[in-house]
């Protein structure tokens, strides 16, 4: 088989959705697929949907078209703040799309009142990543302006963690979040029907104890792919986190001194130096490096340690064994390292465990939610 390549396990993503979907559903929280790390792979977002997924986000519009041209038909909303170069296609190809300009907005409501449509708007509110947000303060000004534009449904309000910071979702950020949904209702009319606590990020708050209050959606990503936390990097229980594995040829092989240079460390004193250290080690070189993936977000087999990568290489040692040429090494990869490995292009992608399209309709679990994203 062609290397390097990405191997999908279909089915641990289904079970991985479907889990989180099965405990979340008990809390009223319903969740939104996000396929922006696996490019739109439109078997992957058919996964998501077999697991139960109420809709699907991606923050690139040509993902999203990718989605639809394999046929996909169910909600996708944008999370990226539409540019305005890509209105139209936002409009056309997505249901809602997460925003926080008023500009932007009033280009939206246009574009989809000269395509005699109405496009449904999420408020991004700022609540500490420091990424995208309207500050908290400002909220129910700029949803009333949301609601006096033609063109746009304002659908609910979201915030985000763990995306610019690593940090997690504090206690009271899911209460602050449903006061401001209510805050928002008084101060301009429509009821939000959406309020969207967050990324994979937020699932220890949402797999725990706390009430979910007005929280009532999560956009997940990570956990569904990759079984982890991504503020952590920790296993979620319950969650395969392997459902992706990349797979590279062995090019070299060769049991090599530590190092083999000897120079000088510190010239200006003259004395210090590095000396060559004789011991052998065996090194091998894999053809595949950061063009291809996060080299330093793989993970090896036990035994195998990273040396380093270049554009091309990624050396390994592989300790007092060399490793034939020509055979393959299977990797684990970090949400970094899947996210380059399956947007580059010299990487092949297979997928195992295709549901047959005519039996995957009635195979879909069907969660009675009355938001779709
Ligand atoms: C990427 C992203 C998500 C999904 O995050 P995960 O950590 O992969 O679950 C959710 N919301 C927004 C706005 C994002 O950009």
Redesign the pocket.
Known sequence: MTSPRVEIDLGKIRANARYLIRRLFARGISVTG?T??VCGHPDIAEAMLDGGVAGL?D?RIKNVVRMRKAGITCPISM??APMVSEMEDVIQYCDAS?NTEMDTILKLGAAAKQQSTSHDVIL?VEMGDMREGILPEDLTDFATRVTATPGVALKGIAA?F??MSDLAPMDGDMVRLSRLAAEVERGCGPFVELVSG????NLPWALGESSSERVNNL?????ILLGTD?VTGHPISGLHTDAFALFAEVIETRFKPISLSTRSIAPEVGRLKSVRNNDLRARTILAVGQQDTNASGLTFPSGVLFIGATSDHTVVDTAKSTVPVGSEMKMGMT?SALMRAMSAPDVAKVVHGKQKMNGSGKEREAYPFLTLV
């Open positions: 996000v922006k790390a986000a923050a999370i990226r997460y991004m985000n763990a995306c967050g990324g994979s990020a956009r997940l990503g990570e956990a991504p949400y």
